[in-house]
């Protein structure tokens, strides 16, 4: 019971939100929104299976900053940096396809789906297209008036479990929700320059990294080094890199995690065996990534009459005025 008291006090402080939050908000202004969404994600997926981790990065990097409301799409202007070029931010991609559903969608429904609807939606149907699970999408996001680069704080590749899990946390994310949602890496990439640090040749002759597979070690150093002048991707999962499946915990058990905080999670007491067990059953790991991404869809959302609905979602309304307070 005592773990049961604080989720279900986390649980009371959600209904005001929750109730503009949700199923189908979409279907009496614009029943065409989630298929418009779908159609044009289908279409890029088509001739770019990597979107779909290039979606799952920016969900989650809008999300962990001021919540779910696409303050990452914003740019920048002359007088304020936004989110966008801030250095965890700066290899985030797929906003022209955000461009595309938008524009899309302002000639079905003008003024009615927000940016940060539209990230939740494709982010959820270019998992399902790489075989993740179709879990349900709750609607009614508002976007953001705000988007500071002083703002983004997120955690980096070579963190602990334990400083990971304190980022979860602050966004009312568990435990099992954090080793879950790194799962999505099992379709993400990494430049070089988040992992070299790993590798000997990249350490000035030092032994490289124990907790990495020699092979793979050797093959990434000889992918990195290729061409000093560029920061060369690889796949995070080197088996299956563009299929959402569980064959990333499998190759965290062989010591092929890319980055030091994959790894950590096989290593980790705390981690370890939910790890094991995804390895074990993907079909469990694909139900739980669900729901621990309508979870993470919910994060500080803004809803009712808060916000605004961006007809593009690259700037703020010009009718529309920021809140100092929100600067």
Same mark, same amino acid.
């Given at each position: 019971?005592t ?8 649980l009371?402080?959600l ?6 939050l949700r ?6 202004t614009c029943?065409q929104a989630?298929?418009?969404v ?9 001739t770019?299976?990597s979107?779909?981790g ?38 985030v991609?797929?906003y022209?396809?955000i ?5 899309s969608?302002?000639?079905a429904?003008? &003024?009615?789906? !927000?940016?940060? @609807?539209?990230?939740t %939606?494709?982010?959820?149907?270019a $998992?399902?297209? =790489? ?12 976007d953001?008036l ?5 703002d983004v ?10 400083e990971a899990f304190?980022?979860?946390?602050? &966004?009312?994310? !568990?435990?099992? @929700?954090?080793?879950? %949602?790194?799962g999505?890496?099992? $379709?993400?990439? =990494?430049?070089?320059?988040f992992f070299?640090?790993?590798l000997?040749?990249f ?9 990495m597979?020699?092979s ?7 992918i ?5 002048n ?6 995070l999962d080197?088996s299956?890199?563009f299929?959402?499946?569980n ?9 092929k995690?890319?980055l ?18 995804f390895?074990?059953?993907g ?10 991404m309508?979870?993470l869809?919910r994060?500080?959302?803004l ?7 961006r007809t593009?979602c ?6 529309k ?7």
């Open positions: 019971m773990i049961e008291i604080p989720f279900l006090l986390f009371l402080a209904p005001l939100v929750l109730a503009d199923l189908g908000f979409y279907q009496s029943p989630e298929s418009i779908l159609k044009v994600v289908q279409n890029r997926f088509k770019d299976r979107i779909t290039g979606l799952l990065r920016m969900h989650f990097h809008d999300c962990f900053v001021r919540g779910c409301d696409a303050s990452i799409l914003i740019d920048s202007t002359n007088q304020r940096q936004s989110e966008k070029d801030a250095g965890p931010n700066e290899t991609r797929g022209e396809l461009d595309e559903i938008k524009q969608l302002e000639i429904c003008p &003024k009615t789906v !927000s940016c940060a @609807d539209i990230i %939606l494709a982010t959820r149907d $998992v399902v297209l =790489a075989g993740g699970p179709n879990y349900t999408v709750p609607t009614g996001r508002r953001g705000a988007s500071n680069i002083e704080n997120l955690p980096g590749p070579t963190v602990t479990v334990s304190q980022v979860f946390r602050a &966004k009312g994310l !568990s435990f099992g @929700d954090m080793v879950t %949602l790194l999505a890496h099992t $379709v993400g990439f =990494a430049h070089c320059s070299t640090d790993r000997a040749t350490q000035g002759g030092a032994a490289p990294d124990p907790t597979d020699s793979l070690a050797s093959n990434l150093s000889k990195c080094g290729s061409d000093p560029r920061d060369p991707t690889v796949s080197q299956t890199g299929t959402f499946d064959e990333y915990y499998k190759q965290l058990l062989l010591k995690g890319i030091q905080i994959d790894q950590e999670l096989a290593i980790d007491r705390s981690s370890a065996r939910t790890v094991l067990s390895a074990r059953n079909n469990a790991f694909k139900k739980l990534f669900g729901n621990a309508v979870k869809g994060t500080e959302v809803v009712g009459n808060d916000g605004e609905v593009n690259r700037v703020f309304n010009a009718q005025k920021v809140n100092p307070a929100q600067k």
